[in-house]
């Protein structure tokens, strides 16, 4: 019996009977096998190649996964495929959690092939981990190894409903509703004029007002 990957050198073996098992292949590759028969005198001819692709095993686990955008409430992540696939990929899990007080991974659903997603829902201002694995039809392949795990956090929210009204001919008063992340100390207010840029300093007031 003799056996290649197609573009590679040829690895013959032999036996006494009519059926044998090729074994310590490599996942989903190709293959050409061909059968001679042997006597005290010599080999035969070789037959016509039959051309097999090897079974699928579960693949490497995905490659390069990283923040493509976050917000207060979203992070927005990709990565690239396994290198080697071991097979045809049939969807991708994505899992994030909390970091600190003992949260559990949730996958994202559904799961499906694309290579970056969006998870919503998050909390502002909240450190996040996540982690993305592999399915072909032989299973789930390993998640990113703990190195490549992404480790990020939500940005704070911004205040919304803002408003600015004439107090005196030299001030305005600015108010705004809160931002609703935890842990919020105070507040910065920037403005300028259209010939210059001031930047005010940090306002701790906690009525979500000031005067300028």
């Given amino acids: 019996i003799r056996y290649s990957r197609t ?11 009519t059926t044998h098992t090729i074994s310590g292949l490599v996942a989903f590759v190709e293959y050409s096998v061909e059968v001679a028969a042997m006597t005290v005198n010599g080999t035969g001819t070789f037959s016509i190649p039959v051309v097999q692709v090897s079974g699928e095993d579960v693949p490497s686990a995905p490659r390069s996964l990283m923040v493509d955008q976050i917000t207060d409430t979203t992070a927005t992540l990709s990565w690239m495929p396994p290198n080697p696939t071991n097979g045809i990929i049939t969807q991708y899990e994505l899992q994030y959690r909390r970091v600190g007080g003992g949260a559990e991974f949730t996958p994202l659903q559904p799961l499906n092939t694309a290579l970056t997603r969006t998870v919503t829902g998050l909390t502002s201002n909240t450190e996040y981990r996540f ?3 592999a399915y072909t039809t032989a299973g789930p392949g390993p998640y990113v190894d703990d190195d490549d795990e992404v480790r990020v956090r939500t940005i704070i929210a911004t205040p919304t409903n803002v408003r600015a009204t004439v107090s005196t001919p030299r001030s305005i008063e600015v108010t705004w509703d809160a931002s609703s992340s935890f842990g919020v100390t105070g507040y910065i207010i920037s403005y300028s004029t259209t010939a210059s840029y001031t930047s005010g300093g940090n306002v701790t007031v906690n009525d979500g007002s000031a005067t300028s």
Avoid: H, I, L, M
């Fill in 7 to 17: 573009g590679s050198s040829n690895t013959e073996t032999t036996t006494s009977g």
């Fill in 131 to 133: 982690r993305v694995r």
